[in-house]
Nanobody, 114 residues
Framework: QVQLVESGGGLVQPGGSLRLSCAAS????????MGWYRQAPGKQRELVAH???????NYVDSVEGRFTISRDNAKNTVYLQMNSLKPEDTAVYYC????????WGQGTQVTVSS
């Protein structure tokens, strides 16, 4: 069983930056593949960034070069550094842990607006 708690969301102007954090409970964090998803109003949840247990990363095209996912296994935490934010990045961002079973956090709101 894994519990995930996201933090770091908020209101930011276009072009600004935010760093999301996802703290995981449990002692086997390092074996989980971790992802950040987002869901905008009226849209389906989409995968934004993913990092494997081995550290390989991939991103949805719309955030490539602007967002960076990383993990600190000693702190049981995964991060999403978001730069050059755009209004279309506005969504609730969810942390996901996957090892045969999916675990989800409660989500954190990111609003990009002037």
């Amino acid at each position: 069983q894994v519990q995930l708690v996201e933090s770091g969301g908020g209101l930011v102007q276009p072009g600004g930056s935010l760093r999301l954090s996802c703290a995981a409970s449990g002692s086997r964090f390092s074996i989980y593949n971790m992802g950040w998803y987002r869901q905008a109003p009226g849209k389906q949840r989409e995968l934004v960034a993913h990092i494997t247990a081995g550290g390989s990363t991939n991103y949805v095209d719309s955030v490539e070069g602007r967002f960076t996912i990383s993990r600190d296994n000693a702190k049981n935490t995964v991060y999403l550094q978001m730069n050059s934010l755009k209004p279309e990045d506005t969504a609730v961002y969810y942390c996901n842990a996957r090892q045969f079973v999916d675990y989800w956090g409660q989500g954190t709101q990111v609003t990009v607006s002037s």
